[in-house]
Structures are given as structure tokens and as C-alpha cells.
């Protein structure tokens, strides 16, 4: 048997390293993906971070008054019932602390087509009131909800 030539050999060199260079450029795509291996154990649960602060933007306190003045505990948060006092149609909300501003929306099942409600600010015994009236401007007692920012 003879030797391969100088010329083959450096042939035979030349291919080796142009197919080994393609291989290892498309390795990763030439095989398809394995089975996926069992789940490993779950892993012990870390501490509890501090509590965030309430952001400028974030509702603070919220809750849900009948047309009598009643806080619905279960549809409220931040408002007690012992911070509402009625008076016609404007419904008192002391004992808070600051409040930038406030939503208020009628209760559509506690209040009559013809109502309407105002939110404002006053100042230290009443911090936030909700007027309810009727168009013509006369005082009516509704159900509403408040959000406070």
C-alpha cells in the first residue's frame, strides 16, 4: 500500500477542517431538543421583604355609604363608621389624615335617577364631605362610594 501524495493529504487536512468548522457552526441546530428532565425539588421559601409605602397615586382608603349614613364594613377600608355623620344631604367624613382628593360615585341601587354628588375638602372635624342633591339643587340623601387618594 502506498502513501497518500503531499496534494491528498493536504486535500483530505483541508476538508477535515471545513467540515469540522460547519459542524461546530451548526451543532446546535442539527439535533433536536431532549425530553425534558423530572422537576427538581422546590426550594426554601426566602423572608418576607419590608412593606412598601403607599404610593401619592394609590387609592388609601375607600368604602361604600348607604343614603342613611352606614358604612358598609365589607365594601370599605380606612373609613369607619364612627368617622361619618350625616346632615341632610351632606355626609361628613372626619378623623383622617391628609387627603389629596377624592372620587365619589352615586350607588346606583341606593340613589334615584335625578341625583347627584359632589366631592370636596373642608377642614379640620369634616376633612372630606359628599353632597348629594337632585338637579334643582335641593339637598337628597343617596347611597355613594369614595375612593381617598
Request: contains cysteine.
Amino acid at each position: 500500500m502506498t502513501a497518500p501524495s503531499p496534494a491528498a493529504e493536504l486535500s483530505r487536512k483541508v476538508i477535515k477542517k471545513v467540515i469540522n468548522k460547519e459542524i461546530s457552526r451548526r451543532g446546535p441546530t442539527l439535533g433536536g431538543q431532549g425530553l425534558q428532565g423530572p422537576a427538581g425539588a422546590v426550594g426554601v421559601q426566602g423572608p418576607v421583604g419590608p412593606a412598601g409605602s403607599i404610593g401619592s397615586a394609590a387609592v388609601q382608603r375607600f368604602a361604600h355609604i348607604s343614603s342613611t349614613g352606614v358604612v358598609d364594613v365589607a365594601r370599605s377600608f380606612g373609613i369607619t363608621q364612627s368617622a361619618v355623620t350625616l346632615n341632610g344631604g351632606t355626609y361628613c367624613i372626619s378623623g383622617l389624615s391628609y387627603v389629596s382628593m377624592g372620587i365619589v360615585t352615586l350607588d346606583y341601587l341606593d340613589s334615584e335617577n335625578n341625583q347627584l354628588a359632589k366631592f370636596g375638602r373642608s377642614g379640620p372635624g369634616c376633612e372630606v364631605f359628599v353632597r348629594v342633591f337632585n338637579r334643582a339643587g335641593t339637598p337628597n340623601q343617596a347611597g355613594f362610594y369614595v375612593m381617598l387618594y
